[in-house]
């Protein structure tokens, strides 16, 4: 069974930084880009960070460019989100997802079930 | 990078059917998906390709492309289907998502 969990939300003050985990099981990790996306409490989902499956290349949303960094580890099957210099707006669900059938195109098949940040 | 345009609310009684549209310049070279999120849950992935149904979807989910314009319709609507739907596109190689409907089923 394929899954993703995330792990590492908390409460953090603006200015902090935090690391978001997120670990896969039943799925190959190392042949699949992962996406970090969240939501806001009450919004909408927001696109947030994607890195290639085997670290290559890495890209980001304008709303987190140059204070969130997306790794991976896939000898532990683990995806990260280091987040720095955190804002107010930054207080959201953040999920991990990826696609890991190339037949649904540019869609994500696979969600963990989230994990919650604020930023207070 | 464009934004997506979705209604930001479709209210339908059981048994009608629904339809939400998701509109950007961008849909007439890119292809969308569809994801359904029902409170407390991780979206769903419904359509992708903007027609194709992954395993397990009921048939009563589909969709339809026009030009820069993305339609999801759900057909003889359920309790069930009620949640916020988004539609979600590429943008190079980042995502971009409609900002999403909320499916009320009167």
């Known amino acids: 069974q394929v899954q993703l969990v995330e792990s590492g939300g908390g409460v953090v003050q603006p200015g902090k930084s935090l690391r978001l985990s997120c670990v896969a099981s039943g799925v190959t990790f190392s042949n699949y880009g992962m996406h970090w996306v969240r939501q806001a409490p009450g919004k909408g989902l927001e696109w947030v960070a994607l890195?290639?499956?085997?670290?290559?290349?890495?890209y980001y949303a304008d709303s987190v460019k140059g204070r969130f960094t997306i790794s991976r580890d896939n000898s532990n099957n683990t995806l990260y989100l280091q987040m720095k210099a955190m804002r107010a707006e930054d207080t959201a669900v953040y999920y991990c997802?990826?696609?890991?059938?190339?037949?649904?195109?540019?869609?994500?098949?696979?969600w963990g079930q989230g994990t919650m940040v604020s930023v207070s | 990078s464009y934004e997506l345009t979705q209604p930001p609310s479709v209210s339908v009684s059981p048994g009608q059917t629904a339809r939400i549209s998701c509109s950007a310049d961008?849909?007439?070279?890119?292809?969308a998906t569809w994801y359904q999120q029902r409170p407390g849950q991780a979206p769903l992935l419904i359509l992708y390709k903007d027609t194709e149904r992954p395993s397990g979807i009921p048939e009563r989910f589909s969709g339809s492309s026009s030009g820069t314009t993305v339609t999801l319709t759900i057909s003889g609507v359920q309790a069930e289907d009620e949640a916020d739907y988004y539609c979600q596109s590429a943008d190079g190689d980042g995502r971009v998502f409609g900002g999403g409907t909320k499916l009320t089923v009167l």
């Open positions: 890195i290639y499956f085997d670290g290559s290349n890495k």
């Open positions: 961008a849909l007439s070279r890119q292809h």
């Open positions: 997802a990826s696609r890991t059938s190339i037949t649904v195109g540019d869609g994500l098949d696979i």
